[in-house]
């Protein structure tokens, strides 16, 4: 009984902290990129991020809610898939991108701006897609931070 009781328990926790998800929209001279997206605002969201994964959908990322502007940097420790990185100011621009970091490494990538955002996406996307810094971010269903 103690083992369900704590298995429940795990669960709850679990699907609290669980991510809620928005969607993107990105402004680029090849037209608009869309991406569906789980939100990292919590601390625990942060940390986890998108360790562990086998595979993200073109079409999909993570983006990361900051309470303010600051400067951020991330690492790939346990991520199992080379992501771009996307940071992006208060004001919903493109202030600079990582491409393609390496994924299982614990070397750290910023790009040395204040960003109020981060998006992670797959390894190479923004490239492929035209996405540049200066790019204006629309956020539909992101909840102000």
Known sequence: MW???LLSLVLLIGVADAAE??????????G?????VELAT?????ELGLMYRESLPADAGMLFVYPSEQPVA??????????????IGA????VGIVASAEPQTETTRSVGLPSQYVLEIGGGLSGQLGIRPGQLVDFQGVPPP
């Open 42 to 46: 919590t601390p625990a969201q942060m």
């Open 32 to 36: 608009p990129q869309h991406f569906a």
């Open 21 to 30: 998800s928005g969607s993107l929209t990105i402004d680029t001279a090849k």
């Open 91 to 94: 004001d919903r621009r493109i």
């Open 74 to 87: 991330f690492w790939m420790k346990n991520t199992l898939i080379p992501l771009d990185m996307l940071f």
């Open 3 to 5: 083992r369900w009781l």
